[in-house]
């Protein structure tokens, strides 16, 4: 079994508009190129029970509820995937084992027994998927795991009353969790970070701009998923652009009444009833590919990674 990572963008400090956006991004494969998507219906995350050094295990499970609503309070009644998250906790890491995590990195900003991670990136979400180019199932996402770098970084539910730790910065749980749902859901970032050879294309088929433009429109950095923050505890990822909410509804509204519930893999349940079930490869059987996507900071006036 192969995997690659495939690494997205960051997040950096600029002062950016708010407008409504024009258009979302899909995560693809690496081989052949095809969108990602889940292929059941309930995504069920659950947090690793180590915590955080800054949120209690209460806060972290009661933000996670509020940014797994911040996506569903607008996609339930038109997409046919249904997020949701557990409050039991378990050991958790990085891993194809079918059950969507959350994870804070304490001491080292790294998967264990990996090279560390950019100390700019917030969050990293790695979405592991179905790489088969040509074959039934390609393209689908078997597992998401969202790793928090509780390293750089001081996580707080209220920005405006927190104090980051010497040697850190501030960042909000809720904004940071409801932009890595969505890589979970499927989305990528809404300009091109130059980590792919060339601009993925947004759901227009346009090349997205590229995120060192300093003027890129406010279509663009008023989204959820565009991966620069205008400030240290930024909050308005918590509220999802019109095309957050569509890039959703296009890919999963068309399976709405196919997709069925696998609680033995998500580690919960569904009160949805299953109907047609869409064939799921076997994980054993397929080559997997690894998608990551992190959400940074990077400290310059102007829109670029550090």
Not at 37 to 60: A, H, P
Not at 261 to 273: F, N
Request: glycine share 8%; net charge negative.
């Amino acid at each position: 079994m192969r995997a690659r990572f495939v690494i997205f963008a960051s997040l950096a400090f600029c002062a950016l508009a708010s407008s409504p956006a024009a258009g979302y991004v899909r995560t693809t494969t690496e081989s052949s190129g095809v969108p990602v998507q889940w292929n059941e219906k309930c995504i069920v995350v659950t947090i690793d029970q180590r915590g955080s050094k800054d949120v209690s295990l209460n806060e972290i499970a009661t933000t996670l509820g509020r940014a797994v609503t911040n996506w569903t309070s607008r996609t339930n009644t038109c997409g046919g995937l249904s997020l949701s998250r557990v409050p039991a906790y378990k050991v958790l890491d990085v891993a194809a084992d079918g059950l969507p995590a959350v994870i804070f990195r304490n001491d080292m900003w790294q998967r264990p027994g990996h090279a560390p991670h950019d100390p700019s990136a917030i969050g990293l979400t790695t979405v592991m998927y179905v790489n088969t180019p040509g074959l039934p199932g390609d393209g689908t996402i078997l597992d998401a795991d969202i790793e928090l770098n509780n390293v750089n970084y001081t996580f707080t539910t209220d920005p405006d009353n927190a104090t980051a730790r010497p040697g850190t910065q501030l960042a909000d749980l809720e904004n940071t969790l409801t932009h890595e749902l969505g890589h979970v859901q499927g989305l990528a970032h809404t300009c091109w970070d130059h980590l792919t050879p060339q601009p993925p294309l947004d759901n227009t088929g346009t090349p997205i701009p590229d995120c060192n433009d300093p003027n890129l429109p406010p279509s663009i950095t008023s989204t959820t998923m565009f991966p620069y923050a205008s400030m240290p505890g930024e909050t308005s990822k918590r509220n999802l652009s019109p095309d957050d909410v569509t890039g959703v509804c296009d890919v999963y509204q068309p399976l709405m009444g196919k997709l069925g519930c696998y609680p033995e893999i998500d580690g919960g349940s569904c009160s949805a009833t299953p109907t047609r079930h869409q064939s799921r490869a076997p994980v054993a059987a397929v080559a997997l590919a690894l998608a990551a996507t992190a959400l940074a900071m990077a400290r310059r006036r102007r829109c670029s990674r550090s």
